[in-house]
């Protein structure tokens, strides 16, 4: 790549991480077409995902040669302009058991919780557009992990109606069977018998297949995901695959195959973002493959209102154009993937589509999921509004008076 570039990868790279292995350099980017190779896109970084005045502002201390603890500051500084949280995730989520938070863990919807093991957290390789990125910088009070598998089973324990334990990151799938054994033996025992779906949230299909088949302890994890499914327990793996290209590869239809053959199930969603994805046919070509090798499409998110998001999102109306396009580009079977899903503070809103309402131009909206169960399939409107990209940029109808939020609690 040209020295111009370079110069900006490690403007860029010294505020947001990056992370690329040799697989999805050797097998999954077409260097004839980088730099706007979707794939490169998706990895490497772009002097756009900062805003201006951060990037010239890091830019002009690795100019300056300036020391390494200027730059650490200054590269903190940088991160925290960059929402590295959303949605009151360490504010509203983390739980608490014995008046001691459980750093580690969410607990949004009643019936999921969120395990961040400490083991977990990093990948493979980095996606641009993560909105987890935090977990990956050098702050440490940024960072969610849990480092005690019994932290985990003492708060189910307390919580009954905890049915869905889903062990996030980072990525799970980083970690050596062992120890994702430590994590997920606990949960077979009868003393855990209310949780019945373990989910693995996870890109390693896409940026590391190997994992599940060549690698020195693949066959150990199968008989893991075997073993859960034997005690009664749906596993689901929850793939991240943001391009068809992902699925292309001899390495990861092996991997798919042998996930399958446990009994485990894979789920598979993404962001929709600039410069990767943001073309309906790609999303419908991508959601076909799915259904044809034994996946199910799940969710299509809303690029969420961190880090380089201003590089990566895309106006909420574009975004119900390339859904709208690519969901009728395919048959019932892949209509499973729900979207565009905004993951907001009160929950995940779904946009439907647009109508009229009282003579003005509306969102027609919903919660697929909410911090109260009230809240879940009551439709609500929000003005129409072709710039607002995230949830709280929406604003109510001004013909009916109606509020936004729908509902009192829901205020952003």
Same mark, same amino acid.
């Given at each position: ?219 150990? &994890?199968? /008989?893991?995901? $075997?073993?859960?499914?034997? %005690?009664? *327990?749906? +596993?689901?793996?929850? @793939? ?75 106006? &909420?109306? /574009?975004?119900? $154009?390339?859904?709208?396009? %690519?969901? *009728?580009? +395919?048959?019932?079977? @892949? ?78």
């Amino acid at each position: 790549m040209p020295s111009e570039y370079v110069r900006d990868l490690r403007v860029v790279g010294s505020v947001l991480p990056f992370k690329v292995n040799e697989y999805v350099a050797d097998e999954l980017i077409d260097w004839s077409a980088a730099p706007d190779d979707p794939i490169f896109r998706l990895t490497f970084p772009h002097r756009d995902m900062l805003p201006v005045p951060v990037f010239d502002r890091m830019a002009a201390l690795l100019d300056g040669g300036a020391p390494r603890a200027e730059l650490r500051q200054a590269s903190a500084a940088a991160q925290m302009e960059l929402n590295p949280h959303p949605g009151d995730q360490l504010q509203a989520n983390v739980p608490v058991l014995d008046g001691r938070r459980l750093d580690g863990l969410q607990h949004k919807y009643a019936e999921t919780v969120l395990v961040f093991p400490s083991q977990g957290q990093t990948c493979h390789s980095y996606c641009g557009y993560c909105f987890r990125w935090a977990q990956f910088v050098s702050q440490a009070d940024l960072r969610q992990a849990l480092r005690d598998p019994a932290d985990l089973t003492g708060y189910l324990a307390r919580h009954p109606e905890v049915t869905d334990v889903l062990f996030t990151g980072g990525d799970p799938m980083i970690m050596r069977t062992d120890v994702v054994r430590r994590w997920v033996e606990p949960l077979l025992e009868a003393a855990a018998n209310s949780v019945r779906t373990l989910r693995f949230g996870t890109k390693a299909l896409s940026y590391w297949p190997a994992r599940f088949t060549s690698g020195p302890d693949a066959d150990d &994890l199968m /008989r893991l995901f $075997e073993r859960a499914v034997a %005690a009664g *327990r749906h +596993v689901a793996v929850m @793939a991240h695959f943001s391009h068809p290209r992902e699925l292309e590869t001899d390495a990861v239809r092996t991997a798919i195959a042998r996930i399958q053959a446990t009994g485990a199930v894979i789920r598979a969603q993404a962001p929709l973002v600039a410069h990767v994805n943001d073309d309906a046919a790609v999303w419908s070509r991508m959601w076909q493959m799915q259904v044809e090798l034994g996946i199910v499409p799940y969710y299509m998110f809303v690029e969420r209102d961190t880090g380089a998001r201003n590089y990566f999102g895309l106006p &909420l109306v /574009r975004a119900l $154009e390339i859904y709208t396009e %690519a969901i *009728r580009r +395919v048959s019932g079977l @892949a209509r499973t993937a729900r979207g565009p899903v905004m993951s907001a503070g009160p929950g995940k809103v779904m946009i439907h589509g647009t109508a009229q309402v009282g003579g003005e131009d509306a969102f027609v909206l919903s919660f697929l999921q909410a911090r109260r169960p009230e809240w879940v399939g009551r439709p609500f409107f929000a003005a129409y509004d072709e710039h607002a990209q995230w949830y709280d940029e929406l604003k109510p109808l001004s013909a009916s008076g109606a509020s936004f939020p729908p509902f009192p609690e829901l205020a952003p």
